[in-house]
């Protein structure tokens, strides 16, 4: 069982950054995929960013490419996600996930909640204008 915590959300203006964690539990954290997805009330939870198990193989969603940078320290099982230019329709519930199966992940398998195995509880971004 892994359990993932995320922290780092809060309230921000336009135009700011945060930097998301995800806390990882268990002693094979170097061996997960690692997303992060985000989630508006009424809406589909859609994908934002994945990392491949020593962070070679990134994927990033278009709305998000080049403001969004994820990343990982396996020595501290720890997610990150920095976020900066940050747009109103960036805010969200923010969740990081995991994808044990030790497989490589294409983009097109990376971004699809059925990848993973593991969630967070989510931590709230809001943007303001």
């Known amino acids: 069982q892994v359990q993932l915590v995320e922290s780092g959300g809060g309230l921000v203006q336009a135009g700011g950054s945060l930097r998301l964690s995800c806390a990882a539990s268990?002693?094979?954290?170097?061996?997960?995929?690692m997303g992060w997805f985000r989630q508006v009330p009424g809406k589909e939870r859609e994908f934002v960013a994945s990392?491949?198990?020593?962070?070679?193989?990134?994927y990033y969603a278009e709305s998000v490419k080049g403001r969004f940078t994820i990343s990982r320290d396996n020595a501290k099982n720890t997610l990150f996600l920095q976020m900066i230019s940050l747009k109103p329709e960036d805010t969200a519930v923010y969740y990081c996930?995991?994808?044990?199966?030790?497989?490589?992940?294409?983009?097109?398998?990376?971004?699809?909640?059925?990848?993973?195995?593991?969630w967070g509880q989510g931590t709230q971004v809001t943007v303001s204008s």
């Open positions: 996930a995991a994808d044990p199966s030790g497989y490589f992940r294409t983009f097109a398998q990376a971004m699809k909640l059925t990848a993973y195995t593991y």
């Open positions: 268990g002693r094979t954290f170097s061996s997960y995929v």
């Open positions: 990392i491949s198990w020593r962070g070679g193989t990134l």
